[in-house]
Structure formats: structure tokens, C-alpha cells
């Protein structure tokens, strides 16, 4: 069943929660010859505590013991994901550090999947895995659907990360003026607030004026707090 791109984005703009955006998407895994689909968010704060929001038609047992066992902060499949936009598949290779996750997997029916992910300019994360249960992956396959599955994965990021972003009550990551960029830039650098002030010709009580708002919009202790938010959430760019 051939679905259409043009319907798929329709349905999506109308969605209200990740539930529906899935079921939306999950037309477009089944008709790619996929029985599921998952999906993670990964957020780029906080830095010392990854947080991570999932959502899946996966079998009930299945999410309900991967969330028990934390599987997601041991699944190389989302680790790969995390460092590389390249898409993979499972394989018993790249399980082999987690012996009972992989064994579970299949266990569940979960036997071939193929991930892959994408990053936004604020720095978030989306990996979008398609799995089913017959018949491995061939690579003539992947070929064939190679547009489509790239399409994929950038339109369920985009429509899932605002509704799970909006659920867990982030509208929007802060935005930064032109001078604030600049002054954190050379901050970033090491700057002193004098330098700064014969570099971009103002006042030090101007660059500290910009610091401090830097500082509150992006809700930072301190201008090395927020100097590190800024980049993370690639704002320095």
C-alpha cells in the first residue's frame, strides 16, 4: 500500500499528541515492510543526567522491561545513534556488549531493526528504529527505500520532538540577541570582560549588561554556566 507523503504531513499537523503522530507514522513503517517503530528523544540538557523521552508501538512486555531494566542507557543501537546520524542495523555484532538486552529483543519478536538519527540546530536528538520479526534486511531493500526512509526519519523528528517537548513542558529552547551571541562567543574564548569591551567597541558595563541576560534567559548559575547551555544548544553558531 503505497501511502502518500502530502496526507502523511496533513496528519501530522493535526496531531495532538505523540500517540497520534505515531499512528500516522507507523502507516509509512508498514507499508516499508516494518511491524514497529520507536522513537527517542534525546535532550542536550542537562549535561550530567541524559534525558531521554520514548515512544513505541513495541510489544507492552517489552517496554514495560526495558524501562524496568534501563535499557536505554546500555542500548548500543541509541548510543551509536547518539554519535553518528548514519543509519544502522542490529546486529548480533553490535549487541555483543549487551548479551541479554539482545536476547530479550528477540525474545519480544524484536529480531531485525534499522536506526537511524537526526539532530536539530538546538542540538536534539531524534532515532527513529523500524523492527519486525520475519525476514532480515537485505540491503537491496535499504537501497530501494533509501529516500523514503531518510523522508521518515526527518518528518516523524520533527513532528515527535515538538509533541514530546510540549508534554514535558519545553515550548521552546531560549533565543539569544545578535550582541548577547557575540559577547558569549568571546567569552567562550577567554575573553576578560575588558577584552571584550575593546573588541566589540562598548562599555564593560554593556558587555555585563549582555552577560546577565545571557544568563537569565538561558537559566544559568553563572557566565561559564551559560556559556556551556549556549553551545550545547548550538547558539554560538
Not at 551509536?80 to 555483543?96: H, I, V, Y
Request: charged fraction near 20%.
Amino acid at each position: 500500500m503505497k501511502v502518500s507523503r502530502e496526507d502523511v504531513l496533513i496528519s501530522l499537523e493535526a496531531a495532538r499528541t505523540a500517540g497520534d503522530a505515531l499512528a500516522v507514522i507507523l502507516d509509512v513503517v508498514i507499508a516499508l515492510g516494518f511491524e514497529y517503530c520507536g522513537y527517542v528523544l534525546s535532550l542536550p540538557l542537562p549535561l550530567s543526567s541524559p534525558r531521554y523521552e520514548m515512544v513505541s508501538n513495541y510489544p507492552e512486555a517489552w517496554k514495560s522491561r526495558y524501562r524496568e531494566k534501563d535499557y536505554i542507557a546500555a542500548d548500543p543501537s541509541v548510543r551509536k545513534a547518539l554519535w553518528s546520524t548514519r543509519p544502522g542495523l542490529w546486529t548480533e555484532e553490535l549487541f555483543a556488549p549487551t548479551p541479554q538486552l539482545w536476547r530479550e529483543a528477540q525474545d519480544a519478536g524484536l529480531r531485525h531493526g534499522w536506526f537511524q538519527s537526526c539532530i536539530d540546530k538546538k542540538g536534539v536528538v531524534g532515532i527513529v528504529t523500524l523492527a519486525r520479526g520475519h525476514a532480515p534486511i537485505s540491503r537491496m531493500e535499504l537501497v530501494a527505500h533509501d529516500l523514503q526512509l531518510r523522508w521518515l526519519v526527518q518528518v516523524a523528528h520533527q513532528s515527535l520532538s515538538k509533541l514530546l517537548m510540549a508534554k514535558l513542558g519545553i515550548l521552546e529552547y531560549p533565543s539569544l540577541t545578535e550582541r548577547e551571541v557575540q559577547v558569549l562567543r568571546w567569552t567562550a574564548d577567554g575573553k576578560t570582560t575588558g577584552e571584550i569591551s575593546n573588541i566589540l567597541a562598548i562599555s564593560e558595563n554593556t558587555v555585563n549588561f549582555h552577560i546577565k541576560n545571557a544568563v537569565q534567559k538561558l537559566q544559568s548559575s553563572n557566565k561559564t554556566a551559560a556559556v556551556v547551555r549556549a553551545a550545547v544548544l548550538g547558539l554560538l553558531h
